[in-house]
Each structure stands twice: as C-alpha cells, then as structure tokens.
C-alpha cells in the first residue's frame, strides 16, 4: 500500500460545480498536511495547510479525519483556473519527512 | 515572483555530458531540497540539506552529486547520466527540516537527455 494515496482523476466538472477529492494516508503518526496544487509544466505551490479542526479558504475547504486516516479538499463555486494538479502532502515530524501523493487532476469546464 | 529561482529552466545534454543544475532561494530559509518529477509519478525526494549539511540522500545514483555552498544556494552537478534520468527537477526550500513546514518550490529545470 502507498504511503499516500490520491484517486488520479481526470475529474472533469462544469463551472460553478462543487467538487472534493481524498487523500488517504497510511502511517498513523502522520501529523503534518498540505494540499498543493500544480498547473501543466509548472511547479507545485502551497494551497493550504489542513488543521485538526478544518480550515477554509474562501472557496477551498480542508479537513483532516484522523480515525479514518485521510485528509479531503472541498472547491465550490469552480472556476476555470482551478484546473491544476492537486497533490496531497503528509508530513511525519519523528522522521523529518513529507510524502507527496501523486495527484489529481481536475479539469473545469465551461 | 518566486522565492526561488532555478537555473536553466530547460537543458539538453548528452550521455556524457557534465552539467549543473543551480538553485537560488531568497526566503532566509535553512533547508533546501532537490526532487525529481517523471511524467506520471509522484515528486521523488533526492536530497535534503539543513543548515547547509546535507541530511538526505534517497538512494540517488553517484552520477547525481549535490553542492549546498551556503543555506540560499543549491547545485545538482550531473554527469553520465541516462535516458531515464529525463525528468522535471524541482528545487525548494522551506524554513526548517520540520515536516512542519511548507515547502517553496521553484520552477524546475526540465531535462533532457538524448
């Protein structure tokens, strides 16, 4: 099993759609999570850092669900620059060591 | 824009080429990492260096060799190498080695080896 896992998509959802993915993680001494994202040829950038609690970001929404092990990232109201690789980041503090997930790709329509 | 700033951002070189890849990063960060990214893979750590120190080496082969200088600067020297070492090779830098904190990426030198 991987140390993280993403489902690699395509999702292919209109504008102004409301879309999540998940991001499952296998060590349960995770404690560090990130969600990036990545347009074509570029490199990764910060999205947001997922609390324990959630935490929003205008239209992107975090959350963190410890007992199942898997962190989700919420877009409402899509735009089309939304279109981008999302790679999900886990972080194990003992080990100094953050784990990228492959990604999923999101393609907004118009 | 970015704090960090890679060098080339393209490179074409043969097998027995010799090259370096540079990495500049103006965020008064301490640690400072190379991955590589091949189409369709997850981003693979090759090294890690704290402090200047090298800390992590992810089983990279020797014909990849890393030069910290200093804590803003990164070079990935690259000799020898192989049609499968064709890739995207990102640097970034985050505040400390603490899986804590979020890495900054540059924009990466795309490499080709012919």
């Known amino acids: 099993r991987k140390e993280v896992e993403q489902d690699p998509g395509p999702f292919n959802v209109p504008e102004g759609a409301t879309v999540a993915f998940n991001c499952t993680y296998s060590n349960s001494a995770s404690q560090s999570f990130f969600w990036y994202r990545q347009d074509c040829r570029k490199e990764p950038k910060l999205l947001m850092s997922?609390?324990?609690s959630g935490n929003e970001d205008g239209r992107f929404t975090a959350q963190l669900n410890r007992a199942s092990q898997y962190i989700s990232l919420l877009i409402r109201d899509s735009k089309l620059s939304d279109s981008a690789t999302y790679l999900c980041v886990v972080g194990y503090s003992s080990a100094s060591k953050i784990i990228f997930g492959s990604g999923t790709r999101l393609s907004i329509r118009p | 824009e970015t704090g960090v700033t890679q060098t080339p951002r393209h490179l074409v070189m043969g097998m027995t080429n010799k090259k370096s890849l540079k990495c500049e990063q103006h965020l008064g960060h301490n640690a400072m990492y190379w991955y590589k990214q091949s189409a369709k893979k997850p981003l693979e750590l090759m090294f890690v260096?704290?402090?200047?120190?090298?800390?992590e080496n992810n089983s990279v082969p020797s014909r990849f060799s890393p030069e910290c200088p200093n804590s803003s600067h990164l070079f990935l020297h690259l000799h020898t190498l192989q049609p499968e070492d064709s890739a995207l090779y990102l640097c970034?830098?985050?505040?400390?080695?603490?899986?804590?904190?979020?890495?900054?990426f540059g924009d990466g030198t795309r490499l080709s080896i012919l």
């Open positions: 970034a830098s985050s505040k400390g080695q603490d899986s804590n904190q979020p890495q900054h």
């Open positions: 997922v609390y324990s």
């Open positions: 260096y704290n402090f200047k120190e090298q800390t």
